[in-house]
């Protein structure tokens, strides 16, 4: 039996181009989540373009104004986070199901604020993961995989580190240290592929402006879309929600496991 392997990608902070992004999902077929903040330093996407994004893409909250929320208090941080909830769900006339602190930054207290504000996931930007979700204060954490932007192996290196990711170190050393992240990217979806797990791209829109990537985004979605009747395309949420579901299954059947040892 084939392991389990999916494919996800995110992209945060609603600028305009976003809808680039989505064009481009669009013809490659790949899902995608977009992390949207009310306002944030960058130029974010109207209420109207907020709306058409969600007639075919999941849309996450990002809090209301692009918050380090490890800098807020917490009253300032729950406005922020159930707060954006309330304003996108106001917009789209949907759940909002998945969150993403902005800079990748939150600490146990987000966690649970962002459960008891009612959001079932949270997108970290833990890179070179090919992990499934897993369950931390209550909700499900996502981490990801590659970002669509030309970082040096010292990035990676110190983001495994501040993590205590050996795996993702290990990979690392595996799948090579270039900048070409294209051509790392195809090579850690040939590892999930292998192995299982879940593949997830993301990044920023205006970063692939600035830093003139959009052919490689074009690049790797067309690859990524090579393998998706091997494993399939999916939004954060679903993600999430089908690794949830493979968990609630090991839970229930785990009791009846000791049960069975109790009496024996």
């Given at each position: 039996m084939n392991p389990a392997v999916y494919i996800t990608t995110s992209w945060d902070d609603g600028h305009p181009l976003d809808l680039r992004v989505a064009e481009l999902l669009t013809k490659h077929r790949i899902s995608g989540t977009f992390y949207i903040p009310r306002i944030a330093e960058n130029e974010t996407m109207s209420a109207v373009h907020i709306r058409q994004l969600s007639l075919t893409f999941e849309i996450g909250a990002h809090t209301l104004r692009h918050a380090d929320l490890t800098r807020a208090t917490e009253q300032q941080a729950w406005q922020e986070?159930?707060?954006?909830k309330s304003w996108l769900e106001d917009n789209i006339g949907q759940p909002c199901r998945m969150f993403c602190p902005p800079k990748g930054k939150y600490s146990r207290r987000t966690l649970e604020a962002v459960r008891r504000a009612g959001f079932f996931g949270l997108r970290s930007v833990e890179l070179l993961s090919l992990d499934f979700p897993r369950r931390q204060a209550g909700i499900m954490l996502l981490p990801t995989t590659i970002q669509a932007y030309p970082h040096g192996s010292l990035a990676f290196a110190k983001n495994a580190v501040k993590r205590m990711a050996l795996k993702n170190l290990l990979r690392l050393m595996t799948h090579g240290r270039s900048t070409d992240w294209p051509a790392l990217a195809r090579s850690l979806l040939h590892e999930s592929l292998r192995y299982g797990g879940v593949f997830h791209l993301w990044g920023h829109s205006w970063e692939l402006q600035a830093t003139a990537q959009w052919h490689h985004l074009d690049e790797a979605l067309r690859f990524m879309s090579e393998f998706t009747s091997q494993a399939p395309s999916l939004t954060n949420g679903q993600i999430c929600q089908r690794a949830s579901?493979?968990?609630?299954?090991?839970?229930?059947?785990?009791?009846?496991?000791?049960a069975i040892r109790s009496e024996l």
């Open positions: 986070i159930a707060g954006s579901s493979r968990s609630a299954h090991v839970d229930e059947t785990a009791p009846k496991v000791h």
